[in-house]
């Protein structure tokens, strides 16, 4: 016989990973959605991008440990302060040396200076970093039990609380910086025509990079999250994460940002419910296999609008 | 001789290899209202897109009261108050009325953004009506009067105007030239105004130009270009 406690908390402890890992995807996936939103161009090397936000992370870890810093807080806010900031120059400085020289080029050249980038940047921190993994030991333990009279027990870490605190409050931010700001509105004017931007005294340029230090603020939040979940890194990790998050910008409907939200909360579930049911081999496939039906049904994704205002 | 506000020098340009100018001259005094009529395909259109950087002048000179403004790039342009109304009035169409009109104010002053709004809703009563509604959804007429009052909230002293009566109803081209009437008599904007509605324009224009495959052919007084037998049997024959 079933035993519906014990499947309950199985299911709510799946559901509490799930959103964790989705939390990331969906945070990654907002940058694959702005910057194509704006310039219409996948930026491949995004994926990078987060794995650098991952070991900046590691390295202010390592450098706050050797000043002597005891404070978890204070060495949560340097992470991720740090983070942010380094991660952003790479994203800025990617934009700025591998696409814009591209701008007025034919349509495949940037995407396949993307490419390029993103095996440059797994390359450089390799060489400069080396192959082997980066451990980080864990900052934020303990967390809240309950259903424990089940015989599973679900757990909900501090870390997991500290980890959705933080995409939610990024998340109502930035919603609010796109909506409702000065800056948000002349990223929704460059988005929908440049050059009537441009009339009206928008510096396109500087609004493009302004987009590609947002995504790459917003990806190396989700680099810290995934080093102080998973405990390592390594160059590696950026490729999967990245055609995830891509995956989960499409799925939500790419150009949108409560899609890409979506997308990566979806696929995180996905993935996490598939590996506890089914097979954790499989999960990838499922994910994958969802993104198909998904495209065959609804090409445009679950939130995303029909192209038919491109002039 | 008083200088001119905005002075073309044998300008050439185009987009690609082709040239659509092909040494155009022209001036326009501070107050004026200048109507430049031509057939389709003349290169009005990319006169007026030139005269905003995009795309650039080849050759010859721009001087925008008394600045070299040939090499200025495009976003810099509204602040030196030279403004445009694009052909086919590229509002925005996924922002709301008042979005636009914001987009608008972008390089003004915010104190002036209330009277500003204020203004361009006394011109046009219906945009504030209409304000949180997507420009997208207005009719022809009402997206006419959005991208003239989004023009407007920058403060312009130069505006440019692309076929403002571009398949609007004869009764909506009649308010939008009363419009830029008494946005020229009782704010003194100057307007350059490009219509192959030859008639209507030079009725309002106190000059006008023609221009045929690239290079101005005539000028004269609006009046002037209206008697002309040439104007008449090359723009106007069914007009009016």
């Known amino acids: ?311 | 001789m008083a200088e001119a506000m905005l002075a073309v020098e044998g300008v050439h340009a185009g987009y690609g290899p082709r040239l659509a100018l092909k040494g155009v001259d022209l001036h326009i005094d501070r107050g004026e209202i200048v109507a430049l009529i031509g057939s389709n395909g003349a290169g009005k259109s990319t006169l007026l897109m030139t005269l905003c950087g995009h795309p650039r002048a080849k050759q010859g000179r721009i001087w925008f009261e008394g600045r070299d403004i040939t090499r200025v790039p495009t976003h810099d342009l509204v602040r030196c108050g030279l403004v445009q109304v694009p052909e086919g009035r590229r509002i925005f169409s996924r922002m709301t009325v008042l979005e636009n009109l914001q987009m608008g104010a972008l390089t003004s002053d915010s104190r002036h953004f209330r009277p500003d709004l204020d203004r361009v809703f006394a011109l046009f009563p219906v945009l504030a009506e209409r304000r949180a509604q997507r420009g997208g959804v207005l009719s022809g007429g009402e997206q006419q009067m959005l991208a003239i009052g989004r023009a407007l909230m920058s403060r312009p002293r130069l505006l440019l105007l692309d076929e403002p009566s571009l398949g609007l109803a004869p009764l909506v081209v009649r308010k939008i030239f009363a419009t830029l009437e008494e946005i020229n008599a009782g704010e003194g904007v100057t307007i350059l105004l490009v219509e192959q509605n030859a008639y209507h324009a030079l009725k309002l224009a106190f000059r006008g130009y023609v221009m045929v495959n690239g290079v101005i052919t005539l000028t004269g007084t609006g009046s002037g270009l209206l008697a002309n037998p040439e104007i008449r049997a090359a723009y106007l024959e069914g007009g009016g």
């Open chain 1, 1 to 311: 016989m079933i035993d519906l406690y014990r499947e309950t908390a199985i299911f709510l402890q799946q559901l509490v990973n799930g959103i964790t890992i989705g939390a990331t995807y969906g945070l990654i996936a907002i940058g694959y959605t702005m910057v194509y939103g704006i310039i219409g161009m996948i930026n491949f090397a995004h994926g990078e991008i987060y794995m650098i936000g991952a070991f900046v992370a590691v390295m202010t870890y390592v450098v706050m440990g050797m000043l002597g810093v005891q404070s978890v807080p204070l060495a949560l806010l340097a992470m991720l302060g740090v983070g942010m900031v380094v991660t952003a120059a790479y994203g800025w400085t990617v934009e700025r040396i591998a696409y814009r020289p591209l701008r007025r080029s034919f349509r495949l050249a940037p995407l396949i200076s993307a490419i390029g980038m993103s095996i440059a940047l797994q390359n450089y921190v390799q060489i400069t970093q080396g192959a082997r993994v980066k451990p980080l030991p864990p900052v934020l333990p303990g967390g809240i039990h309950f259903l424990e009279e089940t015989g599973f027990g679900v757990k909900i870490t501090w870390l997991q609380i500290f980890i959705w605190t933080v995409t939610v409050a990024l998340m109502i931010v930035f919603t609010w910086v796109v909506a409702r700001t000065a800056l948000g509105r002349q990223q929704r004017a460059c988005e929908q025509d440049q050059l009537m931007a441009a009339l009206v005294g928008v510096n396109v340029d500087r609004i493009i990079s302004l987009t590609f230090v947002m995504g790459a603020v917003l990806a190396a939040v989700a680099g810290l999250i995934v080093t102080l979940q998973y405990g390592v890194v390594d160059f590696h990790i950026g490729f999967l994460a990245g055609v995830k998050a891509f995956t989960a910008a499409v799925l939500g409907g790419i150009g949108s940002l409560p899609g890409a939200m979506l997308g990566g909360l979806l696929i995180g579930l996905i993935e996490t419910f598939w590996a506890a049911y089914f097979s954790g081999a499989y999960k990838d496939v499922a994910t994958f296999g969802i993104l198909v039906l998904v495209l065959l049904f609804r090409p445009t994704g679950l939130l995303g609008r029909p192209e038919t205002e491109k002039v």
